[in-house]
């Protein structure tokens, strides 16, 4: 049932334009494979082959950690209302860090978010969808704020002590890009 496309196609962006939520899959060469839930409107797609996030302050930072050292990344997006579908982007990953040009260029994309520390940026090779029949019916029922209201509390010199000593290095010991900042 599932089926490849070489590109996002209309049906596709209105399809990841419809979730609340999506995943992201990253695995460096050894140690743990991390997926990551994300909610919030961070996601954006920059055109048929090219997707953008914007990745917010959490409590740690394995994504970036692993495109650092393996760029291969995924993206999937489930249907949990309406008609049942699973749909997923392979690509690459590349951390854009604030202060940047790719940084200024990249950032009008998106409402900047309080504790926003980076955007991944992804090229896209295969556009995949499947059923999705065996996925439960969920019913959304709004945003958690707890986020962007402890970035807000934390403050901007706050927030970059929180990403110095939980940003910096995986849960495996990968130094991250914000962790090259403080070198």
Known sequence: MGKNFQAILPEHELFIKQQQMFFVGTA??????????????????????????LDLTGSGNETSAHLSV?????????????????????????????????????????????????????????????????????????????????ADKKGEEGLEEYKKKKNSTSMDGIVTPIGHQYD
């Open 28 to 53: 460096a060469d050894h140690g743990h494979v991390n997926i990551s839930p994300k909610g919030h409107d961070v996601f954006r797609i920059l055109s048929p082959n090219k997707v953008a996030y």
């Open 70 to 150: 393996n760029n291969r990344m995924t993206y999937m997006f489930i249907s949990f209302e309406g008609n049942p579908l699973i749909l997923r982007l392979y690509g690459d990953g590349t951390v854009i860090l604030p202060g940047t040009q790719e940084w200024e260029e990249t950032a009008q994309h998106f409402n900047i978010l309080p504790g926003a520390r980076q955007i991944i940026i992804s090229n896209i090779e295969i556009v995949k969808t499947s059923c999705g029949f065996s996925v439960p019916l969920y019913s959304f029922a709004g945003e958690r704020n707890l986020l962007l209201e402890w």
